[in-house]
């Protein structure tokens, strides 16, 4: 799944977010907990919403209700991506999948229908690994904006730009990190009381693979959410 959150005031979320660390680093209820340990470069450096404790967790959440947040999101399902190598391999044996690939395609699906909406499109992504992904990012924006244009016969004229950066300079990188964690409780365990909580925050969750009613997969929205 690839998460995108958009964030109104980066600033005050930031700064929010870095006072409640702060606290409770200092909190003696969480002196001994490993992963507030600066040393271990977890919780004690960024939020992350699968080393957080629950404590945490909970204080993290009430932070992102406060703020202007919306998040969109596509998923895909594991087992029809690998029906689809499998297809891939039947017709041409010389055919590897790559993980950018699968994460590329996902961008350019996600953002085909946002690039449009604001004059400047700043797009920070998290790091995957060492390499500078910045240029091919990039290039997936523009995919999208090509698709975007050919759909509906709109010229796309926001300025775009793509970067990437860590959630340890970023704070809305580790918003976003939160909201596909609740998200992937509701697909992977069936748990959806996070996603509930924050479900006012979320826009879109296109399931690509969900093809029982359409083609095109499922779309959920405030008004069919995904609970």
Not at 191 to 203: A, D, P
Request: include cysteine; aromatic fraction near 10%.
């Amino acid at each position: 799944m690839l998460g995108v959150l958009d964030v109104a005031d980066p600033a005050a979320l930031g700064l929010e977010l870095d006072a409640l660390r702060q606290t409770l680093l200092n909190d003696p209820y969480f002196s001994g907990v490993p992963s507030m340990q600066p040393e271990r470069r977890k919780t004690a450096l960024a939020f992350h919403a699968k080393d957080d404790l629950p404590e945490v967790r909970r204080e993290v959440f009430r932070v992102l209700l406060r703020h202007d947040l919306k998040f969109n999101a596509v998923v895909r399902d594991k087992q029809s991506v690998l029906a689809y190598v499998r297809q891939r391999n039947q017709v041409d044996a010389a055919y590897h999948y790559q993980p950018n690939e699968l994460y590329d395609s996902l961008v350019a699906r996600l953002f085909k229908n946002r690039l449009h909406l604001s004059p400047e499109v700043d797009v920070c992504f998290a790091e995957r690994g060492r390499s500078d992904r910045s240029a091919a990012l990039m290039q997936a924006l523009q995919r999208a904006r090509q698709r975007f244009e050919v759909k509906w016969g709109r010229s796309v004229n926001s300025a775009i730009s793509a970067r990437q950066s860590s959630p340890t300079r970023e704070a809305a990188l580790q918003a976003t990190d939160y909201f596909l964690w609740a998200l992937q409780r509701r697909f992977e365990r069936t748990e959806g009381r996070f996603l509930e909580l924050i479900w006012q925050k979320v826009g879109l969750v296109h399931a690509v693979d969900e093809i029982e009613r359409a083609a095109y997969g499922t779309y959920y929205t405030k008004k069919k959410p995904l609970l």
